[in-house]
């Protein structure tokens, strides 16, 4: 029950928060706090080069302080919060309570990727969501995840207890944490969006894409947060970047830029001073297009299947290289940018159609569209 404990915590937090006034920041509204999580530390490792003298460790770190340097520099009125600052252990879900007891406005894990070869490399920006490995329950599979690809949960004292709470089998912590986890979507998903934008400028330039996936660190922390994979230790022209002091200050250049953008549109959707053309700015600077787009589906049936390949939270020119040269009807949900491909008012024809779509986007999924409305289906030979 302490983790559920926890979750009615952060609901009805955001419940709060969502009033004007009660979070007794002063006006006007915007981002005032930011916490930056250098991933492991101390005992933890993470993940090691292939000659053993490398540690993830040590490149999070240095990423993180040059990150909430240019933070404080540019933004001397906003409060940085560090989980680690030095080589030491931070338990996981202390991590959470950092940001959390901070009151933090967003929050950014900075992590280093491994592969089981050397060919894998570039950046991955991951949001707290259902997971883009084909066939995984989000909830089912969750704690499994956490303890595999955060393996920090095993070197805490008594973990099996402080996580206990958290039981995917149990419909409460499905429901709760479908709440806390759709609270900050859209935000998250901006954030992660800029970041992908920014750092594909860097020299670490090749994008794997934004994904969700089921990080605990991200679903315990009660705001926009985003977990950044900062290439790929076993890969010999990442890790070259990666070590180099150059490198890492141009990787903190470009999250930092994307942390710029961010607060800009972020403290413009936060002005509750009724100044419609300001909110109506912040609208069209993240939605480019919206208005144009919006009955992008008024020709197709009020139901019908096909695959998701990218949500985003900006609108893509039918010729952006991120589609791959597949074709793909816009569905705006919200304020976010879903391109479904493959689509069929059946769901036999575009699973059909899904498995040329799955060689060039390996991470879609079948998808349902009930006007505006998408939701995950299982497919059938994941049944």
């Known amino acids: 029950m302490r983790v559920l404990t926890h979750i009615l915590y952060i609901v009805l937090s955001l419940l ?213 994979e900062c290439g790929f230790i076993s890969n010999a022209a990442d890790l070259k970047i990666l070590k180099s002091e150059n490198g890492q200050e141009e990787l903190a250049q470009g999250i930092f830029e994307a942390f710029a953008e961010y607060k800009s549109l972020y403290d413009q959707s936060m002005d509750i001073s009724g100044n419609e053309t300001a909110r109506t700015a912040a609208d069209n600077s993240a939605n480019p297009g919206m208005e144009k787009v919006r009955n992008t589906v008024e020709d197709t049936p009020e139901v019908w299947y096909g695959t998701q390949i990218l949500a985003l939270s900006r609108k893509l020119e039918d010729s952006d290289p991120a589609l791959k040269g597949i074709r793909a009807k816009l569905v705006i949900d919200g304020n976010i940018y879903r391109y479904i491909a493959g689509g069929a008012a059946d769901p036999d024809t575009a699973e059909s159609r899904r498995k040329e779509i799955k060689k060039k986007f390996p991470d879609s999924f079948a998808v349902k569209i009930t006007g505006d409305k998408v939701e995950r289906y299982k497919e059938r030979g994941t049944l």
């Open 16 to 228: 709060i928060l969502s009033v004007p006034g009660a979070s007794g920041q002063s006006s006007p509204f915007g981002l005032r706090t930011v916490v930056i999580d250098a991933g492991h530390g101390g005992k933890d490792p993470g993940a090691v080069s292939l000659d053993k003298k490398v540690y993830e460790k040590n490149l999070t770190l240095g990423i993180a302080k040059k990150l909430a340097g240019k933070i404080r520099k540019a933004y001397p009125d906003v409060k940085v919060v560090m989980t680690r600052d030095r080589d030491v252990f931070v338990e996981l879900r202390n991590r959470a309570k950092i940001a959390n007891d901070a009151n933090g406005d967003l929050f950014i894990s900075i992590h280093i990727d491994a592969g089981k070869t050397t060919s894998p490399h570039g950046f991955t920006s991951f949001i707290m969501g259902e997971s883009s490995k084909t066939g995984k329950d989000r909830i089912q599979d969750n704690f499994n995840t956490c303890a595999r690809e955060n393996s920090v949960i095993l070197l805490e004292e008594d973990y099996s207890t402080s996580y206990q709470g958290f039981d995917p089998g149990n419909p409460e912590s499905s429901i709760l944490f479908s709440l806390v986890q759709n609270a900050h979507m859209e935000h998250s998903l901006l954030f992660a969006d800029l970041t992908n934008k920014h750092l594909s400028q860097s020299s670490l330039n090749h994008s794997r894409g934004v994904k969700q996936d089921a990080f605990w660190v991200l679903w315990a922390s009660a705001m926009p947060s985003v977990l950044i």
